[in-house]
């Protein structure tokens, strides 16, 4: 049931499995799919197609069990469990992301970071460990890393997830500006702030063609 | 011809462009759709479906002028010009947002900031005002302010980004952790690095289910 799984299918299920996250802490017990999806700005029928590959959820008319469906989502996604992460690339976005609590919040445990720079490496921060960059293929042999997390200046980015891959890494999100490739079997996720107000700014320009 | 464009198809013509202006400043002056796709993992035929909404570009077997198609993107997505960004909330992200230089080099001012706290109004962070929440709508009623990136914590952030769509911010990039809500119009891209992880924990797990 699995790799049929269309990805972008994939990518909403965090979101609503924080949406019910939020609805369970408010104390609600049950959910419509009218309801979550307003809260999410997704149709009601696309989250009960989403949620169909995954079984059946729910009764006709009487909404979900939020408890219940956050727990399915929860395995399904494997949030149920911790990751490790490491950093790569710690200028000042890359300790801005160290000194970020709400990655172990979510069960994601930063346990390594590593930098070029002899004045970064050998520090801690947060209580991490910054080690040299040439440490990075010893440490993933001998340590289990789930996800790393690239801060790199955008002209390096692509050798550090090779690098990355090569290692064994199986998921990367990139910070660097850059279109990261990885093989089949390793899942990347790119973020970019300046593509996306790039893709806005098409709609700015819709609005008032003749400003600026 | 603007409206009917998905969004998916704007989302990746930034990507688009990026590319080609790696290309210009390697020297390269023609593309093919099927380079062009390989360095963005994109398929040949999707470039040219996405391009074919702008018009004709490029010739048959020639290859597109990276000059000519690069500069055709740069005014359709409107990054011919600058634009005017306000970051409201100046914690840690806000601040190393207000640090990166990666905006300003692509078109992106960043003219003035906002937030809650007494002890950072009133401050200048990169030379960048940081101003107290209760002049957001008196500043946003005289100076002209494009995008508003919102760095506050989820429990404010709905409510900053009613306030900036009430005062006429037409575009917004959200950094809370929170599915904030715009009505029709009104441009909103959200940035979760956890969300984006969850989506990836997702294929981690079916590559090692007995892990953890």
């Known amino acids: 049931m699995t790799s049929d799984i269309p990805e972008v299918v994939i990518n909403r299920l965090p979101l609503y499995a924080r ?17 979550l999806g307003e809260q999410l700005d997704v149709t009601p029928a696309q989250i009960r197609k989403d949620l169909s590959y995954f079984g ?6 009487r909404g979900y069990n939020v408890g219940d ?10 949030l149920d469990r911790t990751w ?9 976005l890359g300790h801005a992301i160290l000194e970020y609590d709400g990655f172990v919040q979510q069960g994601f445990h930063t346990v390594v970071a590593f930098d070029a720079s002899p004045a970064v490496a050998g520090t801690d921060i947060q209580g991490i460990r910054v080690r040299p960059m ?3 293929e010893g440490y993933l042999a001998s340590e ?7 801060a790199v200046p955008a002209e390096a980015a692509q050798v550090v997830v090779d690098r990355l891959v090569a ?17 089949e079997g390793v899942s990347i996720r790119q973020i970019d702030p300046v593509v996306m107000m790039q893709g806005m700014t098409y709609y700015l320009k819709e609005l008032a063609p003749d400003a600026g």
Chains 1, 2 share one sequence.
């Open 167 to 183: 290692s064994g890494v199986k998921a990367i999100l990139n910070y660097a500006p850059i279109s990261a490739h990885v093989p």
């Open 19 to 35: 949406a019910l996250s939020t609805l369970a802490a408010s104390g609600a017990t049950v959910v419509s799919s009218q309801t």
């Open 144 to 150: 289990e890393v789930d996800i790393a997390v690239v």
């Open 69 to 78: 469906l956050l727990d399915r989502l929860r395995s399904i996604l494997g």
């Open 56 to 61: 059946r959820f729910g009764k006709q008319g």
């Open 134 to 136: 040439d440490e990075l």
């Open 84 to 92: 490790n992460v490491c950093v790569v690339g710690i200028g000042r």
